[in-house]
């Protein structure tokens, strides 16, 4: 334990934090008490709230860290492939792992996000979770205007519209593929994979140039 005390409190938070993530994945959020964190993370109750003096800034925690590591996928996707539709291909596919991977953390950055920050309660994690999802959507800007640009997308696009309703569709698929793929397997006749690439292809020809050849 005294070897433990020495490491810094961003270890032990992490830890924590770890410990409850796995937790809430059994449990549910609201099913899971401190008390179980803290025992299952072999710290005391006393010592836990002296990293998060509550559930929910715990929660705010993890919410940041999923919506982190999301920005993170998105800009190694879009860093791979030269045309749009490759780059486009990249991040779906870059989504799809992350769900497969992380789908506690994938399910916590499709939630609501804290966007009133005129008032002195809001936590810290609150508001940089705010500003990496700014920066998610700066990046997918950025790939909708280098499309246009490149003529490889219709140039009266709106973009923040298709922004959001492209995370929309585009999670639907990934979750609707998840949790139907016996049924999608059985009744489309098709694979999750296929099922996925066809959704994707889909949504990617409602903003494309149809003059663009292999649209």
Same mark, same amino acid.
């Given at each position: ?89 990249? *991040?779906? $596919?870059?989504?799809?792992?992350? !769900?497969? @991977?992380?789908?506690? %953390?994938?399910?916590?950055? &499709? ?72 049924? *999608?397997? $059985?009744?489309?006749?098709?694979? !999750?994979? @296929?099922?996925?690439? %066809?959704?994707?292809?889909? &949504? ?12």
């Amino acid at each position: 334990m005294g070897r433990r005390k020495k490491e810094p409190g961003s270890v032990h938070r992490q830890n924590i934090a770890a410990t409850a993530q796995r937790l809430f994945m059994q449990k549910g959020i609201e099913g899971t008490s401190m008390n179980e964190i803290a025992q299952a993370s072999g710290y005391s109750k006393a010592t836990l709230y002296v990293y998060f003096k509550n559930k929910k800034e715990l929660v705010g925690f993890l919410v940041l860290e999923s919506m982190e590591m999301l920005y993170e996928h998105i800009l190694d996707a879009l860093k791979t492939g030269t045309s749009t539709k490759e780059r486009y291909n990249h *991040i779906c $596919q870059s989504l799809v792992a992350y !769900q497969q @991977e992380y789908p506690f %953390y994938f399910q916590l950055a &499709l939630g609501e996000i804290n966007i009133d920050f005129t008032r002195t309660d809001f936590l810290p994690e609150e508001l940089e979770t705010f500003r990496t999802g700014e920066k998610i959507n700066d990046a997918m800007r950025q790939l909708i205007q280098d499309g246009i640009a490149a003529g490889d997308l219709r140039a009266n696009i709106p973009i923040l519209p298709t922004i959001f309703s492209f995370w929309g569709m585009m999670s639907g698929l990934i979750m609707t593929a998840e949790h139907k793929k016996a049924y *999608i397997e $059985q009744t489309i006749g098709i694979p !999750q994979e @296929e099922f996925l690439s %066809y959704g994707f292809w889909t &949504l990617y020809r409602a903003i494309a140039n149809p003059d663009k050849e292999g649209v």
